[in-house]
């Protein structure tokens, strides 16, 4: 089975959650690349893209037998767990040079720093006033999807609309959110 269709996705999970290799090897093949795009997109480093990659697999692994598939494909719940384990990983990242810049010279702020703190809490101030100026649906679509992880059907479930208002709504929002990200930058 070396051709892999969205619409195995949901035969393959049973199997890899059952302990087939196979199964998840087949899975692996096909998503390891655009899971790799987003965690490099994510980091902006190739050797923590990879890490993040791996460690999302077998968070994979891990979770299988627990998961039921919310679409047709594992692309969205494998991109959920990547931005986890990204967001993870920047967290330990920023921890580790908090320590070693206090570690280094406790006296002497940093003024990077500090501009960098104005800068992500203007830009967190223009999100979230992006945010709040979307209708309520688009909100709640935000929380879901962005926030909370939920896959498209599931947020459709959640919301009583069409799985494609869902999709079509996000990537509207993301557009947006995107625009004000780059007119910051």
């Not at 968070?59 to 719940?77: H, I, M, N, Q, T």
């Not at 570690?103 to 720093?113: H, L, N, R």
Request: glycine share 4%.
């Amino acid at each position: 089975m070396d051709a892999h269709d969205a619409h195995d996705d949901a035969e393959l999970v049973a199997l890899a959650a059952r302990g087939s290799e196979h199964a998840f090897r087949t899975l692996y093949r096909a998503y390891v690349r655009p899971i790799y795009w987003l965690a490099h997109g994510l980091l902006h480093d190739a050797s923590d893209a990879e890490d993040v990659t791996q460690e999302t697999f077998l968070v994979a692994w891990r979770k299988l037998p627990g998961l039921e598939l919310a679409g047709d494909s594992l692309l969205p719940w494998l991109a959920t767990v990547c931005r986890f384990q990204a967001a993870n990983r920047m967290r330990a990242q920023q921890r580790d040079r908090r320590h070693t810049a206090a570690a280094a010279d406790e006296t002497i702020p940093s003024t990077v720093d500090v501009e960098q703190q104005v800068v992500d809490a203007e830009l967190a101030d223009r999100i979230l006033r992006e945010v709040e100026g979307l209708s309520p649906l688009d909100r709640e679509i935000f929380r879901l999807c962005a926030t909370e992880g939920y896959a498209y059907q599931a947020a459709a479930d959640e919301l009583g609309v069409a799985h494609g208002v869902v999709r079509n709504r996000l990537s509207r929002i993301r557009t947006r959110l995107r625009t004000v990200v780059k007119e910051s930058t």
